[in-house]
């Protein structure tokens, strides 16, 4: 058992799911922000991954890390702040990566930068455990709910594989507790389900109706995912279906917008 769990990134969508998942199970958090917070049941410490600012205290007696910041500019600068600090400490953590599924198959520059992360971490010699994901629920409603905004909705000819950030903060929690494994299997989906259901299910739930058309465009980007470089074939490992967390929310009309 972890005597101490530090999450970085804990006020964002999948760290504060993961903050929540380890104070319920009694775990004692700490947990990393640029601004002052309080609550939540964490210990919180400010401090920042790109300077580097506040990192020494962060990390003070915690034997794992639950990495789950990400700075969409300087992804890698913030993995060498941490490793190098983490290095510094008496006694290394066991740094657990969150990364994303596809990042050596899908040509955008944020996936470029986090395989860079993840090579960074495996060549560090720190004890470490590197998870990718699929796109969690929020993220896919919010690109559909850009293209549904539109009187016939345009929708690539993807699938995808949504996961809830909660299933994956089930799964953080367990890696918190087991020993440094390397690059682990990817954590998908329930269910893989094309652009044009998950748009239905979306327009379904923010009651609207809207004509979905499937397009193909040009370009490797469009071509990658289209062949699949998203998606975790034979995994199916959240529970949480895309249906389900659109019941989920609160307000259904603010399901329209990014
Ligand atoms: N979204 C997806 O579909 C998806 C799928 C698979 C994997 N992932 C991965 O999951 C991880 C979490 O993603 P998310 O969507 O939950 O992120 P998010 O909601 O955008 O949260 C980003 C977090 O990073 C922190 N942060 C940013 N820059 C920082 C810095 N310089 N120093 C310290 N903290 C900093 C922010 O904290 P403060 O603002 O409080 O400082 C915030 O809590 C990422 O690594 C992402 O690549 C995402």
């Given at each position: 058992m972890p005597e101490r769990i530090l999450v970085t990134g804990g006020t964002g969508q999948l760290g504060s799911a993961v903050v929540d998942r380890l104070v319920t199970a009694g775990e004692r958090v700490r947990a990393l922000s640029r601004r002052r917070r309080r609550g939540a049941g964490a210990d919180w410490v400010v401090g920042d991954l790109r300077t580097g600012r506040g990192l020494d205290t962060a990390l003070?007696?915690?034997?794992?890390?639950?990495?789950c910041a990400t700075d969409h500019r300087h992804e890698v600068d913030v993995m060498r702040t941490l490793v190098e600090a983490a290095r510094w400490t008496g006694n290394p953590p066991h740094v657990v990566y969150v990364s994303i599924t596809g990042v050596d198959r899908v040509p955008l520059g944020y996936y470029r930068a986090k395989l860079a992360a993840e090579e960074l971490l495996a060549d560090s010699g720190l004890p470490h455990t590197i998870q990718r994901a699929t796109q969690f629920h929020s993220l896919v409603r919010a690109v559909l709910a850009g293209v549904s905004r539109l009187p016939v909705a345009p929708v690539p000819r993807w699938r995808f594989q949504p996961v809830d950030v909660r299933d994956v903060a089930v799964r953080l929690a367990e890696l918190a507790n087991?020993?440094?494994?390397?690059r682990v299997p990817d954590f998908a989906g329930p269910e893989v389900l094309t652009a044009t259901e998950l748009t239905l299910a979306l327009l379904t739930a923010s009651g609207r109706t809207r004509r979905v058309l499937p397009v193909r465009l040009p370009g490797g980007l469009y071509r990658a995912y289209a062949e699949g470089g998203n998606l975790a074939p034979g995994h199916a490992d959240g529970v949480i279906t895309f249906q389900e967390y659109l019941a989920q929310q609160k307000d259904p009309a603010a399901l329209r917008y990014h």
């Open positions: 003070a007696g915690c034997d794992v890390v639950l990495h087991a020993e440094p494994a390397g």
